[in-house]
């Protein structure tokens, strides 16, 4: 046998071996001869590197950094669903689909929704190529090398399935997994995360596959597509991913079911609602679809989520335990929030010990005493909050929970400004905490993308006294960055090389990294387009600034206090002296005037531009984008899928219709 034949042999009899162990839980070998083979194959491939193959079995350890992840469009969007809390909103939907679909006999998939991250797996050739999250629906990131990692998602097809097959699931953590990564953590003084789910996002966009490996993430398939073998029904795909090695919910435990009418249905929904807090990973609620492929197209879909299908949420899991104590965190605003301590305690599969109360007016409103039992729950199955007590059970002269009254980080006497609801700390300039976090978000990918710092690194310079604002990270130097404890010649490189490349991030990125209160990126965007350069913004009016959509009293205040305080004043002739961009690019080539004065609304899934892109087009060619449909608006740029609402109110104002394809030719972008 030769060198090539013995390692795909091996190959395929690892494969097969993962598949029996990790989906269908019937290992046919012990764990030692595993890694013997394993070995064998990972000696013939280190002899005979010309073997390679990045879906070898070799590879499920991870190795090798990503630096970025590459953006791929979506073959089919990936939609989201409509939500329902209710049995009566049920009743709706099944009779809407009854209606849409012309018929009452109807057949329903319904299968647990697993709270995790959705993933696209692209298989071509019978092996995997591409593994895209969600992104906007339109486009999503490659984050292959990762998902290969994940022991129960076939790197390659068997025989009998399909050569060219898109798989769509969900990344999620097992609670055991999720247990033992947290205690890691704990064990090595790291935070541990809040829920399975952010840590499976978190997770998955690591750019060291050795450490997403490590963390043991799984998934459950839940939709399949191929053009080689259409399915005819969505039962009938799950059959066949389970038959070729994906892990799927089986219907032999319940975990999905196919049922024929609204009251099989809702005693699918009662029961699982008992039931959850039995199943070893999270669970949201349950997805309700048409089965039958064909009705599912006659039925269509709208711009944001198909007709054919919903999402049952479960209600809120609430649970009592005591209050021990309220601590108070301090963000990079100088925002205080107050956090409730709890007794641990299991809630939607994650052990809650903290839950926010909000600011001092929900402390009253609750009248909170230290002692108190108070009945939390998580608000959209995420973030804890309290939202009661149990005034029976409340001990005897229990002290009333008041508000602090002096910042706990740096004793500063607390200020309550006029018309808000929290509490702030006025000391921006030596307060640890909103130092660090506005490096953190001046850092951010979204803002300044400097990705060779992380938020230990922030917390290090800080602690040391070496970074007090932004500009100081610049100031450091080669020299500075080498005197960092712990801070390689590689880690230096690359914290240089991240500022480096920061200077050419683009004008409004520069503002909405800047941290003023208000200016999200939305707002920095439209002040960059009406302010072309940063000394026009800081020499604004507050009437110029109401001039700028989406700018009211509250925003355009808190734009000329920043540009009016000495310190930010310098701050920014320092970042500029570093060559950040404060002034905005000049056009580009293709863009134009010929929409000026042009307002848009615009709907639906569109094939040349994603919903972003066709935005920003309207804008480069001198056009507004407005949120909804008024007697204001010009023209509804309309995709497939349009939303029934948009349409109706535009046709009912007389607002003119515009396809893709017209735009297209408005704009001269017709290639």
Not at 26 to 33: C, F, L, T
Not at 388 to 399: G, I, M, S, T
Not at 618 to 626: L, P, S
């Amino acid at each position: 046998m030769t060198p090539f034949e013995r390692i795909d042999q091996l190959r395929r009899e690892l494969h097969e071996h993962n598949r029996r162990y990790y989906v269908a839980d019937q290992p046919s070998i012990s764990d030692a001869e595993f890694d013997r083979l394993l070995r064998e194959l990972r000696d013939l491939e280190s002899a005979h590197p010309e073997y390679a193959d990045p879906n070898s079995p070799t590879q499920r350890v991870g190795g090798g950094l990503v630096k970025n992840f590459e953006q791929v469009a979506h073959r089919r969007p990936m939609l989201s669903l409509a939500n329902t809390y209710s049995f009566d909103e049920l009743d709706e939907f099944v009779q809407r689909a009854h209606d849409l679909a012309a018929t009452t006999a109807l057949e329903w998939s319904a299968e647990l929704k697993f709270d995790g991250v959705a993933i696209s797996l692209w298989y071509a050739g019978g092996t995997l190529q591409r593994a895209l999250t969600r992104g906007d629906g339109i486009q999503g990131d490659d984050v292959v090398a990762n998902v290969r990692t994940i022991q129960g998602i076939p790197l390659v097809l068997p025989p009998g399935a399909p050569h060219d097959l898109e798989v769509r699931g969900e990344i999620v953590f097992l609670h055991r997994d999720f247990e033992a990564l947290n205690a890691r953590r704990s064990s090595e003084g790291q935070d541990e995360f809040a829920n399975p789910r952010n840590a499976a996002s978190g997770t998955l966009k690591m750019q060291d596959s050795t450490e997403v490996a490590q963390r043991r993430l799984s998934m459950f398939a839940y939709g399949a597509y191929s053009d080689e073998q259409p399915f005819a029904a969505h039962s009938q795909a799950m059959d066949a991913l389970a038959q070729w090695g994906f892990p799927v919910a089986p219907r032999a435990e319940r975990w999905s079911a196919l049922c024929r009418s609204a009251a099989e249905l809702k005693d699918y929904l009662t029961y699982w609602d008992s039931e959850r807090q039995r199943l070893p990973v999270a669970t949201d609620g349950v997805v309700i679809k048409v089965d039958r492929v064909e009705q599912q197209q006659r039925m269509g879909m709208t711009a944001k989520s198909p007709r054919w299908a919903m999402a049952y949420k479960f209600n809120a899991e609430q649970a009592c335990t005591p209050l021990r104590e309220v601590i108070y965190q301090v963000g990079r605003t100088g925002a205080i929030t107050p956090v409730a301590v709890l007794d641990p305690v299991w809630i939607s599969g994650t052990q809650v010990q903290r839950a926010s109360v909000h600011n001092a007016d929900q402390i009253a409103k609750l009248d909170l005493h230290f002692g108190d039992w108070v009945w939390v729950e998580k608000g959209g199955e995420i973030i804890p909050k309290i939202t009661a007590v149990d005034l029976a059970r409340r001990p005897n002269a229990a002290l009333r929970v008041t508000f602090a009254t002096n910042c706990p980080d740096c004793g500063t006497l607390l200020e309550r400004r006029d018309g808000e609801a929290q509490h702030f700390c006025p000391n921006r300039g030596t307060c640890p905490p909103q130092i660090k976090g506005r490096i953190e978000h001046f850092i951010h990918r979204r803002a300044m993308d400097i990705d060779g710092i992380g938020t230990e690194t922030v917390d290090r310079l800080v602690d040391l006294g070496w970074v007090h604002t932004p500009a100081d990270l610049y100031d450091l130097g080669p020299e500075g960055w080498s005197r960092l404890d712990k801070f390689k010649e590689k880690s230096v490189a690359n914290a240089l090389a991240s500022l480096e490349a920061s200077t050419i991030v683009p004008y409004e990125r520069v503002l909405f990294a800047l941290g003023i209160r208000h200016v999200g990126e939305t707002v920095a965007k439209k002040l960059a387009k009406a302010f072309d350069r940063i000394e026009a913004l800081a020499a604004a009016s507050t009437e110029d600034l109401l001039n700028v959509p989406d700018v009211g009293p509250q925003i355009a205040e808190s734009i000329t206090s920043w540009f009016a305080d000495p310190a930010n004043q310098d701050e920014l002739r320092r970042l500029a002296e570093h060559g950040l961009q404060f002034e905005r690019a000049a056009p580009t080539s293709d863009a134009s005037d010929v929409l000026q004065g042009k307002s848009f609304v615009v709907s639906g899934v569109f094939t040349h531009f994603s919903r972003d892109g066709i935005k920003d087009a309207i804008e480069q060619h001198g056009g507004r984008v407005a949120s909804s449909v008024s007697s204001k608006t010009n023209y509804l740029l309309a995709g497939e899928g349009v939303g029934p609402s948009k349409r109706a109110k535009a046709e009912s104002l007389g607002v003119t219709w515009l396809t893709e394809e017209e735009f297209r030719a408005w704009i001269g972008s017709t290639n």
